[in-house]
């Protein structure tokens, strides 16, 4: 049984470019979220989708952060133009209706 | 919004011993209360989650209690094995687990032999 699959596992890249990370969550779940991790903030909440639907994006921390979930099988975190704060690993989770939370493995990000 | 504070945040034990960690949480409306073992490297993992509908659940060596009248809830692991070396998460969440979970900043245990 597949987990939450995220790509790219690692992105290293400089200032300024454009960052897509990619998610797939398990097939079934009807909600999905976004963190962010870093040592000094902690696991933070961006954005969460239900039945594709975002439903709560008040942890983005700016616009230039962006999030889709085009349809239930695949949702997409955008970073234009990525900032090096911008550096953390970004974990993707999905649940269905009132069952626990599951977390794919992360994309490390780094930006130079 | 709701707010997790936990503590502590670094935490050694002898193998054997028992650890405890303790998180209290601001919003009296949260019902579900999951924790997460991340080992170094590796995504969060859920190993024990309680509703506000049950004071303490307990799954072979880990427990959890939850006290709603003060607002906190604990992590007891009895019989500490060096695998259980690894950074625990709290979380608090309204309206079951899909709605927000906030999480606490983390305990590092440290199980020596």
């Known amino acids: 049984d597949a987990g939450v699959i995220q790509s790219p596992r690692h992105e290293v890249t400089e200032m300024g470019q454009e960052v897509t990370l990619r998610c797939k969550p398990i097939?079934?779940?009807?909600?999905l979220f976004w963190y962010r991790q870093t040592m000094m903030r902690g696991l933070e909440l961006l954005i969460y989708?239900?039945?594709?639907?975002?439903?709560?994006d008040s942890g983005m921390p700016e616009d230039r952060f962006s999030a889709k979930m085009p349809n239930a099988s695949f949702s997409t975190l955008k970073i234009q133009p990525s900032e090096p704060r911008d550096s953390a690993v970004y974990f993707c989770?999905?649940?269905?209706?009132?069952?626990?939370?599951?977390f794919g493995d992360g994309t490390r990000l780094s930006i130079l | 919004g709701e707010n997790v504070e936990q503590h502590p945040s670094t935490l050694s034990v002898q193998e054997g011993d028992s650890a405890v960690i303790k998180c209290t949480y601001s919003?009296?409306?949260?019902?579900?209360f999951p924790w997460y073992k991340q080992e170094l490297g590796k995504r969060p993992q859920l190993i024990i989650d309680i509703r506000s509908n049950v004071g303490e659940k307990k799954d072979q060596r880990i427990a959890v209690t939850l006290n709603k009248t003060a607002k906190h809830f604990s992590l007891h692991i009895t019989e500490t094995q060096p695998e259980d070396s690894a950074v625990y998460f709290c979380?608090?969440?309204?309206?079951?687990?899909?709605?927000?979970?906030?999480f606490g900043t983390g305990t590092r245990l440290q199980v020596t032999l």
């Open positions: 989770a999905s649940s269905f209706s009132n069952q626990p939370q599951h």
């Open positions: 919003d009296s409306a949260s019902n579900y």
């Open positions: 979380a608090a969440s309204e309206a079951g687990t899909a709605s927000k979970l906030t």
């Open positions: 097939s079934g779940h009807n909600s």
């Open positions: 989708f239900n039945n594709n639907v975002p439903i709560d």
